[in-house]
């Protein structure tokens, strides 16, 4: 599990709570004693209409919550689209960076090659900047998909960066559409995209807008179906989920993997 703090003053769901050094490094410990893997950080949000953040902005955001983690032997994920950003978690210990955009500007694939970092090469129908609220129908949100890690996994792999070192993530939510159904069938089919690509796939449905479309719940409410996303994803092979709620995943995962031996 991929525990999520947000180190910025307008994320989505908790934009603010974290802002402060304290803050986040309380929330990282939590998400570990809850039973998260691995801390991702994020210094800059990407929902539509989120301020744009500068790239001193971010590194002072991440700088003492990813010193003091690193230090603490955690694994920390890293996510942000500025490239000067990543390379700045990658000299200071990161172990993940994750990029909204896939990591599209391959003058820095040597740099990233060099890193030792894993790379989360996410899609999105956006190629640069946050998200935006576009309606695209399924059927050309999968030629996308298709197409975007056909070509950036064969560019990223040219550049020397190995296949060990590669994780995908289709993107969900307003990444794909501002309709639901674009992310349903993106779920539904995380088996076969994990099948297609030889490669872990991470996902991270948690409170996403498809959620709140479907269910008609606020962010306050959101927590059951965020689960019931989360534990599909489990289901269908999903290497790494990223949540905001360790807790409640961690003990659903519990079940989830009693009643599967059970029936074994």
């Given at each position: 599990m991929v525990g999520i703090v947000n180190v910025t003053a307008d994320?989505?769901?908790d934009?603010?709570?974290?802002?402060?050094?304290?803050?986040?490094?309380?929330?990282?410990?939590?998400?570990?004693?809850?039973?998260?893997d691995?801390?991702?950080?994020?210094?800059?949000?990407?929902?539509?209409?989120?301020?744009?953040?500068?790239?001193?902005?971010?590194?002072?955001?991440?700088?003492?919550?990813?010193?003091?983690?690193?230090?603490?032997?955690?694994p920390v994920s890293i996510d942000s689209y500025a490239p000067e950003?990543?390379?700045?978690?990658?000299a200071h210990g990161a172990t993940y960076l994750n990029d909204i955009h896939g990591f599209p500007d391959?003058?820095?694939?040597?740099?990233?090659?060099?890193?030792?970092?894993?790379?989360?090469?996410?899609?999105?129908?956006?190629?640069r900047g946050p998200a935006?609220?576009?309606?695209?129908?399924?059927?050309?949100?999968?030629?996308g998909i298709d197409r975007f890690f056909r070509d950036r996994l064969d560019a990223l792999q040219a550049a020397g960066i190995s296949r060990d070192r590669l994780v995908v993530d289709p993107g969900l939510g307003y990444?794909?559409?501002s309709a639901p159904e674009p992310s349903i069938m993106v779920l539904a089919g995380l088996a076969d995209l994990k099948a297609g690509y030889g490669l872990p796939v991470l996902v991270s449905p948690s409170r996403k807008s498809f959620l709140r479309t479907l269910t008609g719940k606020d962010l306050a409410d959101i927590g059951p179906a965020t689960l019931a996303a989360e534990l599909y994803a489990a289901?269908?092979?999903?290497?790494?989920?990223?949540?905001?709620?360790?807790a409640a995943l961690s003990d659903a995962l519990t079940i989830f993997t009693a009643l599967a031996k059970g029936r074994a």
């Open positions: 994320s989505f769901s934009g603010g709570r974290f802002l402060a050094t304290e803050d986040a490094l309380a929330q990282a410990w939590r998400l570990l004693a809850a039973g998260a691995i801390i991702e950080l994020g210094a800059a949000a990407s929902h539509p209409g989120a301020e744009r953040v500068s790239v001193d902005a971010e590194i002072r955001r991440l700088a003492d919550v990813l010193d003091e983690l690193v230090t603490a032997r955690v950003t990543q390379l700045y978690a990658a391959p003058e820095r694939y040597a740099e990233l090659a060099d890193s030792g970092c894993t790379l989360i090469v996410m899609h999105a129908v956006q190629h935006t609220k576009v309606r695209i129908d399924p059927p050309a949100v999968q030629q990444f794909l559409s289901g269908q092979g999903a290497d790494f989920i990223r949540t905001h709620d360790v």
